[in-house]
């Protein structure tokens, strides 16, 4: 059993490109998370989705864009890269949203330069 | 606007005493809380959550106390072990229905051998 699975797990980008950040998850899973985390600071959440096809934004979605076309995938996708967007990325799933546990990814550290 | 609060950075802790980790939290009608760990490098993993309805739940060696009235949680972890050593984060499920998690800034550990 996998559980949530980034990819990749580094990546330096230059300023204004664009990039995908993949997650996937096996656990059948309707809830879905992006988190930032920014050094010393906690997780802040970009964009969520309660199930397949539904998506919202979260605390700082300003420059992401998500999709989530199945209960599996939920791809984060970064359009015209900048400085503030260097950060460590940890996607996250759980079943019935935040009273339950939420099972993390690995994470991608993203450099933007 | 910080909802939820970890006013402490960092604690280190000799091996075999107690480790406390504490957290704040402002809005009054947060009703579950949970705790994760987190290694260099790894996820965040969860590790043990509270229900507002109680004030105390225990897990081995890890136990959440919950002080509606002060606002306040705290973790502790009896006896602390080197491997403890990680970074605590303390999170506060949304209460809206939005089944999103709010996470405090993490308590960096350092159980000393």
């Known amino acids: 059993n996998a559980g949530v699975t980034q990819t990749p797990k580094f990546r330096i980008l230059k300023i204004g490109q664009s990039m995908t950040l993949q997650c996937t998850q096996d656990?059948?899973?309707?809830?879905m998370y992006w988190y930032r985390q920014d050094p010393g600071m906690g997780l802040k959440l970009i964009y969520y989705?309660?199930?397949?096809?539904?998506?919202d934004k979260g605390e700082v979605p300003n420059g992401y864009n998500v999709s989530r076309s199945t209960t599996e995938d939920f791809p984060l996708r970064l359009e015209l890269a900048a400085p503030s967007q260097t950060s460590v990325y940890f996607c996250?799933?759980?079943?019935?949203?935040?009273?339950?546990?939420?099972?993390f990814g690995q994470g991608t550290r993203l450099t933007v330069v | 606007d910080q909802q939820v609060k970890q006013n402490s950075p960092s604690l280190s802790v000799q091996e075999g005493r107690i480790s406390i980790l504490n957290c704040d939290y402002t809005n009054s009608m947060f009703d579950y809380f949970l705790w994760y760990k987190k290694y260099p490098a790894e996820g965040p993993t969860f590790l043990i959550s509270i229900s507002s309805i109680k004030d105390k739940n225990e897990d081995g060696r890890f136990t959440v106390f919950l002080n509606k009235s002060a606002k306040h949680l705290s973790l502790h972890i009896v006896p602390s072990q080197p491997g403890d050593s990680a970074v605590y984060f303390c999170?506060?499920?949304?209460?809206?229905?939005?089944?999103?998690?709010?996470f405090g800034t993490g308590t960096r550990l350092k159980v000393l051998a």
């Open positions: 989705s309660v199930g397949a096809g539904i998506t």
């Open positions: 999170a506060a499920s949304d209460p809206s229905g939005t089944y999103k998690y709010i």
């Open positions: 656990m059948n899973h309707n809830y």
């Open positions: 996250a799933s759980s079943t019935t949203g935040g009273r339950t546990e939420a099972f």
